[in-house]
């Protein structure tokens, strides 16, 4: 099997709780599919041979309820590595809500970030469902 991309010999985390380990990430159409030892024909080989190679992080505290509005692709956690989020988690969200919390919810959003209710209600139905994951 050939990838598209081999990043290799790089000092692997992986963020199981194991000690760092020689090794490989091997990735095809944008997705990693192998990480250990991996020898194998690739489009293109990086040597990661002195390196950290960290094949994705879990950001464990996101507002990605909220940044999606203004921020489609949610990209500062791309830009970092992170290739899973948690959302809701703390208390300060707005998704899901009840409708009959909307209202402050809307408020409280308004204060920290430069947007008027009148955009939050379009982004915050109030149904009080959970969005399906993304």
Known sequence: MGYDVLIKNGALIDGTGTAAR??????????IIEV???DGPANQVID????????GFIDPHTHYDAQICWDGAVTPS???GVTSVVVGNCGVGIAPCKLE???IAMLIWSMLKPYRTTSW??????TGKPFPNI
Request: glycine share 16%; net charge neutral.
């Open 78 to 80: 791309s830009w970092h």
């Open 121 to 126: 209600k379009k982004a915050l139905p109030g």
């Open 36 to 38: 250990g030892e991996i």
């Open 48 to 55: 990661a041979e002195g390196t950290v190679v960290a094949p």
């Open 22 to 31: 020689h090794g490989s990430v091997a990735i095809t159409d944008g997705k």
């Open 101 to 103: 919390s909307r209202e």
